[in-house]
């Protein structure tokens, strides 16, 4: 490697923390747009130079995966880790966000590194037949990892939001479709419906917001799903809990939050992911975005810590990694 290059990949990872810390805030109206505010870069790098990183701590994960044979298995989910969920609905098989790298970065040895391995490797999985991604930033759309799926499962289909498409073309993904927010796309008998979350895109200081974000609704004969990918808090979950009618899945993200004065306007917290749940009257939620990677300053265990003790009567698992939850 060169001087430049070196610079270039400093630059990139350096920047890498900088998306998960997300001094942007975004502020989402699906009607009108987006509005951008900055945060100031003092106030961005004073916080990442001061800051205690929390402690490296490992959730543990399981191999009951093993138990079932998934491509002969009907409607179940496992999660991966982080926001990659594996999910049946009866009709097909797909994978949310998959993230196998062990660094969420531009670079494979640096950047935030994870804490446990993936439940299930690339190799592991049943036929997939679709891979939909939410957006852009490096721990939800990870190049080593959909082109690993590309090698091994040449059929599956990746839905990317709209400005993501040329991304995974260049790395040689040919089966990609584009959506903007609310397009839909139909597959044997279930449909895949793009919508707008509270958040925002960037891989580079360059690109920011040139690509969509957003979660992902899937209507079929079994059930309704919905995968938020990563938002913050808005009044969309009330409009598409309207629009969908019924969502009887909802996977929700609920770590890296902390310190709220950068996060809150990218992250839900846990009492914000119980709202978001109620907001869709989803049957059931799961968890995702926590325990895997470290992004943010609350300590590892507290949004597992923190849903269990403020769910109530709301019926919002805590999934362990590589273990089945059958769906109905
Ligand atoms: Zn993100």
Redesign the pocket.
């Known amino acids: 490697m060169n001087g430049k290059t070196i610079f270039l990949a400093l630059i990139l990872v350096s920047f890498t923390f900088h998306i998960e810390a997300n001094d942007q805030v975004e502020v989402m109206n699906p009607e009108q747009g987006v509005a951008v505010q900055k945060k100031s870069r003092f106030e961005f790098f004073k916080w990442r130079f001061t800051r205690t990183e929390p402690d490296r701590v490992t959730i543990d994960i399981s191999d009951e995966w093993k138990d079932h044979d998934l491509d002969a298995q009907m409607n179940y989910t496992v999660w991966i880790g982080h926001s990659t969920f594996l999910v049946n609905n009866g009709d097909i098989t797909i994978l949310f966000d998959p993230m196998f790298s062990k660094y969420a970065s531009p670079m494979s040895f640096a950047g935030p590194k994870r804490l446990i391995a993936p439940a299930m490797q690339i190799a592991d999985l049943p036929k997939v037949d679709v891979v939909a991604i939410s957006?852009n930033?490096y721990d939800?759309l990870d190049i080593p990892s959909l082109k690993a799926i590309h090698q091994a499962q040449p059929n599956t289909m990746f839905l990317v939001p709209k400005g993501d498409k040329k991304l995974l073309n260049k790395h040689g993904i040919e089966n990609v479709q584009e959506f903007d927010w609310w397009d839909s796309f139909q597959l044997n008998t279930s449909e895949f419906h793009f919508v707008p979350v509270k958040?925002w895109s960037a891989r580079t200081p360059w690109d920011t917001n040139e690509s969509l974000w957003g979660g992902w609704v899937t209507t079929s004969k079994a059930y309704n799903l919905f995968h938020a990918g990563?938002t913050g808090y808005a009044d969309i979950f009330i409009t598409i809990k309207e629009k969908f009618k019924e969502i009887d899945y909802a996977f929700v993200p609920i770590g890296a939050y902390s310190p709220r004065n950068f996060m809150k306007n990218?992250h839900v917290n846990p009492e914000e992911a119980l709202q978001l749940s109620k907001d869709l009257s989803a049957k059931k939620s799961f968890g995702m975005h926590w325990g895997t990677f470290i992004l943010s300053d609350e300590p590892v265990l507290d949004p597992k810590i923190q849903i269990e003790t403020k769910r109530g009567d709301l019926d919002f698992e805590i999934a362990v990694p590589g273990k089945v939850y059958f769906l109905d």
């Open positions: 957006h930033h939800h958040h990563d990218s």
